[in-house]
Structure formats: C-alpha cells, structure tokens
C-alpha cells in the first residue's frame, strides 16, 4: 500500500457482556490495556486502546457491555454508569464493531445493533469465538442469519483469544476510517494512566481468582503511585462492602490476597517495562455501589 495513504479515526467495540470484547482490543493493540474475565462486566470504564498498522491507525473504544439495567439490584448505580459509558462511546466514532458470540444471537444483541443502527454508525460484525464452535459447518448458515435483513459493512468470524481473523477485520475496519495522519504516536497504547491500569490488573486477578465468589460490588483504589528510582512503588485498596466479603478475598491465611497480589503484580511488570512493588489492603464500605456520590470519589465519573 501506498504509505502516505494512511487512515485514522476511532472505532466503538460494542457488544453484550463476555462476548469478547476487550480480549478483542488487546489483540488488536498486541497488548493487555483492557482487562478480561469469565465474569460479565469485567469492564466498567470506557477505555481507548490503540493499533498502530503501517496502513493506518484504530483507536478502539473499548465498553462495558450494554445489558438490561435490573431494577434494584444492590448495583444498580453501577449499573446505570456502565450503560451510559457504553452509549457515549458511540459519539463521534467514525465506524463500530459489533461482537457477537458465534452461534448465538440473544435479545441484547439485537440491542446493540439498533443502538448502532440509531447512532448511524457503520457497523462491522465480528462473529467472535469460533475457536469454540465444535461444528463448523453451521458457521455459514450462522452467518446467513445474523445478516439477514440487517446491514453490516463486512462480517468477519475471528478469534480473539487465538488472534485468527483479524488481518481482514483490521482491513475492513481501516476502509471505514477517513484518510488522516496518525493522532497519537507509535508507542501509545491507551488513553488511561498507568495508575488506572495498576488498579485495572488488580481488579482482573480479583475476578479471575474469585470467579463467582467475588462479590459484584468489589473494586479497588490505587492509593499510592510513586516512582522510586527504577521502581514502581503501587498501594492498591480493595473495598468490599461488609466484612464477611473481606474474608474471602483474603482466603485463609491469607493465601488469596497473596495470590492476587502475585499475578497483578507480573502483570504490571510486563505492561509497564519495570520492577513494581505492590501492597493491597482490603477495607469495607459499605453500600457504595448504589451510592453514586461514592462511585464518583472511587473515578466512576464521565
Ligand atoms: P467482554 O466482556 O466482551 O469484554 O469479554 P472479555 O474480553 O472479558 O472476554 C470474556 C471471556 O471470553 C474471557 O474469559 C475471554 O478469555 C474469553 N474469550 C474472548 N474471546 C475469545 C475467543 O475468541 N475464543 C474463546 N474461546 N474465548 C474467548
Ligand atoms: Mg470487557
């Protein structure tokens, strides 16, 4: 391709929740900006993430997943703040990426793409997941009927976690994006501070180490953030909201919180390029995540 043909702009990834998402965005970065889990709503902040291509340049707007507010649920606050994060996204956006489940299609996707539909946004469907389809012969008819009587750019079956599809995805995407320099330089990868993303990996290992334990109104402060000479000094807070819920996230003896702290703790080395030195706490609030006073003070603010 011709190099001063280049193209820039910014793409939404919208999808239900678990769909794929964010893993989508790392791959397409080539690194982990945004965190991922099994749990639905393992995202809860609106993220850029940044591919950098020779031909071109995605800002990726990564989002919590849109899905039915649930009444009173002790979340509910939250709840409302995810879906006006995952609706902002859409402004100003030059094209979006619907993810899909392959071989599934559910009532919050059709959601989504009238969502999409309503913004007037091109949208390129990227049929996530076909690593996991034991037949793989329904894939075309799959295909056939998701596109039925609904217009994408393109349709791309990929998968994220195993990095195959994605060439012609990017392509397909770039096609979308008006013909500009690049906005933000080869080495940036995200639009978040790595104080943000210190306080991201802790959140990750907590979901991944707790699964279905973990209680939903859990997040974490980055306390402290201090450079020591080649060191990375990080103070992480976990806030649970009552005090049976801190015992679990400690484990016995303190086995869990150790474990967290280990995996957080590599991750961070990895994505910052530096030795970090990480302590967490756990300390209870209680009922803040039907308070959005409180949401607010802990960054969950638009
Ligand atoms: P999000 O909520 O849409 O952002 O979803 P995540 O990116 O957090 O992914 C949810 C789960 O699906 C994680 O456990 C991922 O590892 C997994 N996942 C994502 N993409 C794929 C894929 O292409 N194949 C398989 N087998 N799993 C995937
Ligand atoms: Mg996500």
Redesign the pocket.
Known sequence: MDPTFHRAGSVAVI?R????????VNALVGAKV?????R????RHRLLGIATFPQGQIALV?TP?LHREQGKSTASAMHRWMNRAARGALEGVDAAVL?VEAGRWDDEDTLAFDALKEAGVPVVLAV?????LRDKTALLPYLAKVSAGREFASVHP?????RSGLEALVDDLLKLLPQAPPMYGEDEITDKSQRFLAGEMVREQLMRQLGAELPYATTVEIERFVEDGELLRIGAVIWVERDGQKAIVIGKGGSRLREVGTLARSHMEQLFGRKVFLETWVRVREGWSDDEAALRTLGYHD
């Open positions: 999808g929740p678990n769909v794929g998402k964010s893993t989508l945004s965190i991922t889990s099994k639905p709503q393992t995202t990564d997943g993810v996530n997941q076909v690593d996991k990929i998968s994220a976690l195993k």
